[in-house]
């Protein structure tokens, strides 16, 4: 039987972040990912740049049940500090927008870079593995693995989500913590494109590729970014910010002008535009086709000077105030996280060890923390894993 001090399972960013610190403290570490290469999602991510961190991280960037939990993880491993190791490496990089950080060339460096580091700490990266049972035994954990049997005096759990399936995501890490006495906080799909019904997709699916730059609103929670009508529904960055926080029913509400007061806007058009039909005008701002669909769904063609003040004040406020209602989203398939996870009030917020479980740890996406799109889930990752690693 292999010995080792240190067992991961699962060689994406919190695993290998994980394994790093811990053999640079001494320990035998062992990492085990079930398909052939690591770092997976690191590699598709960022379009294949790498979205590795942001600049802006803060705890209000995270969804979880509980909110305070992802504060001491993220104070002690900080953007600065993965940056550090980006740098050491030599890997350019540049800021493309709101703090999001992104390799100028390949998200392979990344991944070249975390096993270099983890081959420098001494911990071991085995693909292909196939873990088959877990249990605790002579002080630590027995992993039936298809190479043989492994003692391991800690466990981390590192196996991600269920995001993203056809890399093969499964629910193997929440149902390994399951079997060990913790509960899970619902899980459902995370910053991922809405999908409409046939009413909605008649009405605009023909402008699918059409995108402009909105604010989205739901539960309280607003996002200015861009969206992106689809044959499907809508995305874009904006609607995959507020995908996190819709539950199913429920309606969305778009601004389409988010950065003018736009009843102030089409009253002074109506000055200097007098004879203009209203879905001209709206071109202005708006892609034609877009202007054409808005005005045909809820206003109508006349010039702006048959409009009362209050008329347009009226159209202002529903440019202001999009609904839609989607009937769903593009689910695990295409979501980039798995939101909800292991719940965190049974685990140590300082080193993500188990309350119930003695050794055990469980990082990463596993775990009930979900960060917004741009960066966040990986500085999660990272500091998730360097804290797990700085106490197995």
Known sequence: ????????????????????????????????????????????????RCNFTNLRVTPENFL?????????ALARYTPSDFIIMVERHGIAYHEKERGQLFC?????????????ECRQAGARIEVNGVVTSVERAGGGFIIETGGG????????????????????????????????GHSIVPTYPALVPFTLGAEDLARYQDLAGIGLPVEASCHGQSFAAPMLFTHRGISGPAMLQISSYWRHGEELRVNFLPNI?????????????????????LGERFPKRLAQRLSEIRFDSRPLRQYRAAELRQVAAQLKGWAFHPVGTEGYRTAEVTAGGVNTDELSSTTM??????????????????????????????????AAGQAV
């Open 1 to 48: 039987m292999r010995r080792y001090d240190v067992v991961v399972i699962g060689g994406g960013a919190a695993g290998l972040m994980c394994a790093i610190e811990a053999g640079k403290r001494g320990r035998r570490v062992l990492v085990i990912e079930r398909s052939g290469e690591i770092g997976k999602k690191i590699l598709i991510s960022g379009g294949g």
């Open 261 to 281: 007061d736009a009843a102030e806007w089409l009253l002074d058009r109506q000055q200097t535009r007098p004879a203009a039909e209203l879905k001209n005008v």
């Open 104 to 116: 100028d060339h390949s998200a392979k460096l990344i991944v070249t870079m975390l096993a270099n």
């Open 353 to 386: 060890e188990s309350k119930k479980i003695p050794g055990l740890y469980l990082i990463g996406e596993v775990v009930d923390v979900t960060g917004h799109l741009g960066g966040f889930n990986f500085q999660w990752a990272w500091a998730s894993g360097h």
């Open 149 to 180: 049997p492994i003692h391991s005096a800690s466990l981390v759990i590192a196996s991600g989500g269920l995001s993203i399936q056809k890399m093969g995501a499964t629910d193997f890490g929440y149902e390994l913590a399951k079997r060990f």
């Open 64 to 72: 979880s049940a509980n909110r305070h939990f992802c504060k001491s």
